[in-house]
């Protein structure tokens, strides 16, 4: 970890793990990091924390050299926004949804992919099926985004949610494919070894359930040569492998928020960390 600006002479990008409406952890990390740099943010960038708005400017108003996967919380946010799906009682989105610039910011978040594929690292927010490659993990995430960005987006989110869609079948059309597509790339933590999904377990990979594994450990799977960049389980923490970067690590629980350089050499992944205050209580 390094607690002082982290100056890099080349490959300037940087994966940021899940801000969760920290704004000001965010405003700290960035500032300890190259002003020129490229930054790739796996999602969950609003809900749970004190400033959603303000992370949502803040992220936009970088422009060009940011960019950012859709998580759960983004998606819930725009399911609530649309009118189709209630809030929860920890949610912290009334500063978006009563911010004179509600508008834009609903349209800027529906017009984030939900998955980036480039320079070998595919990015996502919680995990991809043991079934799918890198190149059918961007089809799919093409199709969802097709219908976010469309003119019925609030219908299509109406129908996205449920623990059901669990599993993949390559014959699967319509909004139950597009149901285990989002499951997958915002929600998943744990599958077994075909690639079912337990959506509900929470714990980190000690608390797996019976015949279940953590995503990224299944034998065989399709992006095991493809750097899979995520977040979204704060439980699981920091996991740095040469093909894994998970990158959640706590910021709304307490913990940090994590910069992690996007180097091909494993050996050259720099982290750049910062402490943030306790927002919520992972134990209520």
Request: hydrophobic share 40%.
């Amino acid at each position: 970890m390094l607690n002082r600006p982290l100056f890099v002479t080349q490959n300037h990008h940087f994966a940021i793990g899940d801000l969760q409406g920290c704004a000001g952890s965010l405003d700290e990390l960035l500032s300890r990091l190259p002003p020129d740099s490229a930054l790739r943010f796996v999602g969950d960038l609003i809900n749970r924390g004190p400033a959603s708005a303000r992370t949502l400017r803040t992220v936009r108003e970088l422009g060009a050299r940011a960019e950012s996967v859709l998580g759960n919380h983004d998606i819930h946010f725009l399911a609530v926004a649309a009118g189709v799906r209630k809030r929860g009682r920890s949610d912290t989105l009334d500063d978006i949804l009563g911010a004179p610039d509600c508008d834009e910011l609903i349209t800027w978040l529906r017009h984030r992919p939900m998955a980036i594929h480039e320079n070998g690292f595919l990015l996502v927010h919680a995990g991809v099926l043991p079934q799918w490659s890198a190149d059918q993990t961007m089809e799919l995430a093409r199709e969802i985004e097709a219908q976010l960005q469309g003119p019925d987006w609030q219908s299509f989110l109406a129908g996205i949610f449920g623990n059901a869609a669990d599993r993949w079948d390559d014959n699967l059309r319509g909004i139950e494919r597009h149901r285990v597509v989002v499951n997958a790339l915002t929600r998943l933590r744990f599958c077994s070894a075909d690639g079912v999904m337990d959506l509900k377990t929470k714990e980190g990979p000690g608390g797996s359930p019976a015949g279940y594994m953590p995503w990224f450990d299944v034998p065989g799977r399709r992006t095991e040569d493809t750097t899979v960049v995520c977040g979204h389980w704060s439980t699981l923490g920091l996991v740095m492998r040469p093909n894994l970067m998970a990158l959640d690590t706590g910021c709304v629980w307490g913990g940090k928020l994590t910069a992690a350089r996007l180097a091909a050499d494993p050996a050259g992944r720099t982290l750049v960390q910062v402490e943030c205050p306790q927002y919520c209580d992972p134990l209520a």
